[in-house]
Antibody
Framework: QGLLVQSGAEVKRPGASVRVSCKAS????????ISWLRQAPGQGLEWIAW????????FYTKMIRGRLILTTDTSTSTAYMELKSLTSDDTAIYFC???????????WGQGTLVTVSS | DVAMTQSPLSLAVTLGQPASISCRSG???????????LTWFQQRPGQPPRRLIY???NRDSGVPDRFSGSGSVTDFTLRISWVEAEDVGVYYC?????????FGQGTKVEI
């Protein structure tokens, strides 16, 4: 069925960086892309980036490109996102997901709250 | 980016009555491979979203059959044949035909 477990909540100062991990289990990590999405407090869902764990191909939205780096460690089936130059606008719950546009199920991580505050 | 517009943004429903949510895209969501990548998610308070429907009208495993999706090209609809208390939450449409994938604003369903 599959499971994604994310790292815990983070509080960061403006200008700092944050790294969130997403460990996969219960499925072949190499066979599906990992999407990263975020949800600001009381707001809707925003898809921000995607990585193919098999070959490292990435896609970033224009808004986040240049500040976000996605990586994977295939030896531990873990995906990482690192977001730099944080501002208060980056305060959100960050979700990783084994995305699916087909019949196999879409799996969500539990979410990681990143709070940016001085 | 493809704009996704949902309506209404808020929906007060009566238990046992039907409900309907509209989603319109700024471009055709018909993919060159012949599929249409329109997905519906449900998000209950305090939880990650859950996928309900993929490719316009295919229900995910475990999703009650009172949920159905329909539509084509740029106009799509999620219908709940009869609303139950557990259906309270926010519903999002998402297009996966064009990069970047984009979501509608969400429709809050409350009893």
């Amino acid at each position: 069925q599959g499971l994604l477990v994310q790292s815990g909540a983070e509080v960061k100062r403006p200008g700092a960086s944050v790294r969130v991990s997403c460990k996969a289990s219960g499925y072949n990590f190499l066979t599906n892309g990992i999407s990263w999405l975020r949800q600001a407090p009381g707001q809707g869902l925003e898809w921000i980036a995607w990585i193919n764990p098999l070959n490292g191909d990435t896609f970033y939205t224009k808004m986040i490109r240049g500040r976000l780096i996605l990586t994977t460690d295939t030896s531990t089936s873990t995906a990482y996102m690192e977001l730099k130059s944080l501002t208060s606008d980056d305060t959100a719950i960050y979700f990783c997901a084994r995305d699916s546009l087909e019949s196999y199920n879409w799996i969500w991580g539990q979410g990681t709250l990143v709070t940016v505050s001085s | 980016d493809v704009a996704m517009t949902q309506s209404p943004l808020s929906l007060a429903v009566t238990l046992g009555q039907p409900a309907s949510i509209s989603c319109r895209s700024g471009q055709s969501l018909a993919h060159r491979e012949g599929k249409t990548y329109l997905t519906w998610f449900q998000q209950r308070p305090g939880q990650p979203p859950r996928r309900l429907i993929y490719q316009v009208s295919n229900r995910d495993s475990g999703v009650p059959d009172r949920f159905s999706g329909s539509g084509s090209v740029t106009d799509f609809t999620l219908r709940i044949s009869w609303v139950e208390a557990e259906d309270v939450g926010v519903y999002y449409c998402m297009q996966g035909t064009h990069w970047p994938w984009t979501f509608g604003q969400g429709t809050k369903v409350e009893i």
